[in-house]
């Protein structure tokens, strides 16, 4: 079993940039495939980022690309993902997940989740 806890959400005004972490035990991180996805209030949970087991391959969503870089620390059992040039319209909650295989954009490939942590973006 995989605990997730995800932190450095925050509020920020558009332009700023802010760094989530995602800090993981019970399990063995370096194992798993690690994804970034966010909910925006009244909508579904989408796909931001993902990063392969060893770091060598990263993904980001068309929203994000150009502007975040995500990455991971194996020896600290942490993810992150950089934000950069923030817009209004990245608020959302953020959650991070864990997985084996599948399609890394698909939320259901995921076997864990964290709680989330807040982005809000000041317009």
């Known amino acids: 079993q995989v605990q997730l806890v995800e932190s450095g959400g925050g509020l920020v005004q558009a332009g700023g940039s802010l760094r989530l972490s995602c800090a993981a035990s019970?399990?063995?991180?370096?194992?798993?495939?690690m994804g970034w996805f966010r909910q925006a209030p009244g909508k579904e949970r989408e796909f931001a980022a993902a990063i392969s087991w060893g770091g060598g391959s990263t993904f980001l969503a068309d929203s994000v690309k150009g502007r975040s870089t995500i990455s991971r620390d194996n020896a600290k059992n942490t993810v992150y993902l950089q934000m950069n040039s923030l817009k209004p319209e990245d608020t959302a909650i953020y959650y991070c997940?864990?997985?084996?295989?599948?399609?890394?954009?698909?939320?259901?490939?995921?076997?864990?989740w964290g709680q989330g942590t807040q982005v809000t973006v000041s317009s």
């Open positions: 997940a864990a997985g084996r295989s599948g399609r890394y954009y698909d939320p259901g490939t995921y076997d864990y």
């Open positions: 019970g399990g063995t991180f370096s194992r798993y495939r």
